[in-house]
């Protein structure tokens, strides 16, 4: 068996969540491999509405195992209101949720150096989430960092070893922070964690893969946003493209089989950085009400824009998409013409392949599409799309050479016509 990967391909918001919970009974288990409480994936069922930040949107289908990935970073304090949360909804979380012992931890001065970074870049600033996602990949990387494997053994040496290095660092930047009420509440999540199953995850995967389990790896953040390709350093700290579920979970890239790309009919962005088709007039306001165009978990006003071809088919390339999903397709249900950008204009030159950097003065080359303005969001089969909406898709994907096999009318579950092939 291979493993089906499912990720943003934009700057994030996407629509993960929606999509991950709609296909889950299809699989018998699904991982998060990068990323950590910086995500907000919303999940509408039952009239009710639910946020996940660190644990797969999963949870709320069946039998099936979820997974924390080594290449998420973990915050104990926000997992275990996560966690505590779904265990009032009913949902036996120990059973059903395994994280990995190489997953790294986000302790307390991880997120004041996160808010100190930012301080320092003073107008540059990336406008990130404050989770500490940053300094805590960081560690990572510098093999500073602390894993949930350490709880195991030594946990305090080390905790107290990776604080002090942290609060010479913050006193450094002239910073005295005071984080004994936080540590308080991170030490007893990490008590709660204690109870969990803490695995092996890359030889649990594996094994399931062997054994004919079938696996979706689930994205955070959207490839726009990946350390190494997205517009950096306007960026997050982590490999978003499909393969960081390779390295995130211990997959083998052969093992790699359907990789589904999602996004908007539109495109988002929060925090700081280029956005080419950003819009700053009244349509970008009403696509902003229209969409609820707020973050998922911090409430930021989420920037709104035309959908963006030049990056799409960027983003499409680097994953390997095989199948593409259309999210929130309803949102723009009302407009008269619809924009879709096709190439950038750059110091007088066109073109259509994604540059080194977007940071320039790039005026987006359009095309203008006739808008549908029908209501969408009772429809439950394509064969109910109006006209111009099936021309919408195919000027997709011909744009972006990959079929569109899932298109999104609303936020529900049930609002997800899956196309026929
Ligand atoms: P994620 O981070 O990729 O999981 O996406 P978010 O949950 O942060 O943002 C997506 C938002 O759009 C959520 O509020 C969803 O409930 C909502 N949503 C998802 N799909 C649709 C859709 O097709 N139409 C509309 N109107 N809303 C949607
Ligand atoms: P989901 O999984 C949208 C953005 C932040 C900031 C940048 C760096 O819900 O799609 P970080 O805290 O990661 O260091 O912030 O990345 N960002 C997201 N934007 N959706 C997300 O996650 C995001 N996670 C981080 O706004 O610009
Ligand atoms: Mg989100």
């Known amino acids: 068996?291979?493993?089906?990967?499912?990720?943003?391909?934009?700057?994030?918001?996407?629509?993960?969540?929606?999509?991950?919970?709609?296909?889950?009974?299809?699989?018998?288990?699904?991982?998060?491999?990068?990323?950590?409480?910086?995500?907000?994936?919303?999940?509408?069922?039952?009239?009710?509405?639910?946020?996940?930040?660190?644990?797969?949107?999963?949870?709320?289908?069946?039998?099936?195992v979820n997974v924390i990935g080594n290449g998420v970073v973990l915050d104990p304090v926000l997992f275990a209101d996560e966690a505590r949360d779904l265990e009032k909804q009913g949902i036996d979380i120990k059973k059903v949720l395994k994280i990995s012992k190489k997953a790294h931890l986000i302790m307390p001065t991880h997120r004041v150096l996160d808010a100190a970074n930012?301080?320092?870049?003073?107008?540059?600033?990336?406008?990130?989430?404050?989770?500490?996602?940053?300094?805590?990949?960081?560690?990572?990387?510098?093999?500073?960092?602390?894993?949930?494997?350490?709880?195991?053994?030594?946990?305090?040496?080390?905790?107290?070893?990776?604080?002090?290095?942290?609060?010479?660092?913050?006193?450094a930047l002239g910073e005295t922070p005071d984080v004994d009420e936080?540590?308080?509440?991170?030490?007893?999540?990490?008590?709660?964690?204690?109870?969990?199953?803490?695995?092996?995850?890359?030889?649990?995967?594996?094994?399931?893969?062997k054994d004919g389990k079938s696996v979706l790896c689930e994205g955070a953040q959207g490839s726009m946003l990946d350390?190494?390709?997205?517009?950096?350093?306007?960026?997050?700290?982590?490999?978003?493209?499909?393969?960081?579920?390779?390295?995130?979970?211990?997959?083998?890239?052969?093992?790699?089989?359907?990789?589904?790309?999602?996004?908007?009919?539109?495109?988002?962005?929060?925090?700081?950085?280029?956005?080419?088709?950003?819009?700053?007039?009244?349509?970008?306001?009403?696509?902003?009400q229209i969409g609820h165009e707020y973050g998922a978990v911090t409430g930021r006003e989420r920037r709104c824009g035309w959908i963006d071809l030049v990056a799409l088919r960027y983003t499409i390339m680097l994953n390997g998409v095989t199948q593409l999903i259309m999210m929130k397709s309803d949102v723009l249900d009302g407009f008269e013409t619809i924009k879709a950008c096709d190439a950038y204009e750059i110091n007088g030159k066109v073109t259509r392949d994604f540059p080194f950097s977007?940071?320039?003065?790039?005026?987006?080359?359009?095309t203008e599409i006739k808008g549908w303005n029908t209501d969408m969001t009772g429809m439950t089969s394509e064969d109910q799309f109006?006209?111009?909406?099936?021309?919408?898709?195919?000027?997709?994907?011909e744009k972006l050479e990959v079929p569109i096999t899932i298109v999104s009318v609303g936020p529900d579950r049930e609002q997800t016509i899956v196309r026929a092939k």
Request: charged share 25%; glycine share 12%.
């Open 227 to 288: 350390v190494d390709f997205g517009s950096y350093p306007f960026v997050t700290s982590s490999n978003t493209v499909c393969a960081g579920a390779c390295t995130g979970l211990g997959l083998a890239p052969s093992k790699i089989g359907e990789v589904f790309g999602i996004f908007k009919a539109y495109c988002t962005r929060v925090g700081s950085g280029p956005f080419p088709t950003e819009l700053f007039d009244e349509t970008g306001a009403t696509i902003r």
């Open 118 to 171: 930012e301080k320092l870049k003073g107008d540059s600033k990336i406008g990130t989430t404050g989770k500490g996602i940053g300094p805590t990949y960081t560690d990572k990387i510098s093999r500073n960092g602390l894993r949930i494997g350490d709880i195991e053994e030594n946990f305090l040496e080390k905790y107290n070893a990776a604080k002090k290095r942290h609060i010479s660092l913050l006193n």
């Open 1 to 64: 068996m291979k493993v089906d990967v499912l990720l943003g391909l934009q700057w994030g918001d996407e629509g993960k969540g929606k999509v991950v919970d709609v296909l889950t009974p299809h699989y018998n288990v699904v991982a998060r491999f990068q990323g950590g409480p910086n995500a907000g994936h919303t999940l509408v069922f039952e009239g009710k509405k639910f946020v996940l930040r660190s644990i797969p949107s999963g949870i709320f289908q069946n039998d099936q």
């Open 358 to 366: 977007i940071e320039h003065d790039i005026t987006p080359v359009y």
């Open 386 to 397: 109006p006209q111009e909406f099936k021309d919408y898709i195919k000027f997709l994907e």
């Open 182 to 209: 936080l540590e308080k509440k991170w030490m007893e999540g990490i008590e709660y964690i204690k109870e969990f199953d803490l695995i092996d995850s890359e030889f649990f995967i594996n094994k399931q893969l």
